[in-house]
């Protein structure tokens, strides 16, 4: 199983940046389809972003799309997502998860088979 851990979150003001960086370790990130989540608090958790396995392709949730994007470093293992024009709406935990298998393209955001999940890392935008 492939262990999971977020990094870069933190606070900033609205129309800021920041990217969050997933290290995975145990199993290579070429063998696994990745995705960002999110949950704000009394809100369901929801799909962010999704990759395919070569980092060839992409999916986004419409509330992040132009803002947002996901990219793999294979080589290091880790799983990013840069986020740019920031909003008080994308306050939330962000978490990475993985699932086993190749995706020649990117997994759905309603996928639910994700089998290693992070420990997750708070973003929080001020107006």
């Known amino acids: 199983q492939v262990q999971l851990v977020e990094s870069g979150g933190g606070s900033v003001q609205a129309g800021g940046s920041m990217r969050l960086s997933c290290a995975a370790s145990?199993?290579?990130?070429?063998?696994?389809?990745m995705g960002w989540f999110r949950q704000a608090p009394g809100k369901e958790r929801e799909g962010v972003a999704t990759?395919?396995?070569?980092?060839?392709?992409?999916f986004y949730a419409d509330s992040v799309k132009g803002r947002f994007t996901i990219s793999q470093d294979n080589a290091k293992n880790t799983l990013y997502l840069q986020m740019n024009s920031l909003k008080p709406e994308d306050t939330a935990m962000y978490y990475c998860?993985?699932?086993?298998?190749?995706?020649?393209?990117?997994?759905?955001?309603?996928?639910?088979?994700?089998?290693?999940w992070g420990q997750g890392t708070q973003v929080t935008v001020s107006s």
């Open positions: 998860a993985a699932a086993r298998g190749y995706c020649f393209t990117p997994k759905p955001l309603g996928f639910n088979g994700y089998s290693s």
């Open positions: 145990g199993y290579p990130t070429n063998s696994y389809c």
């Open positions: 990759i395919s396995t070569g980092g060839s392709w992409t």
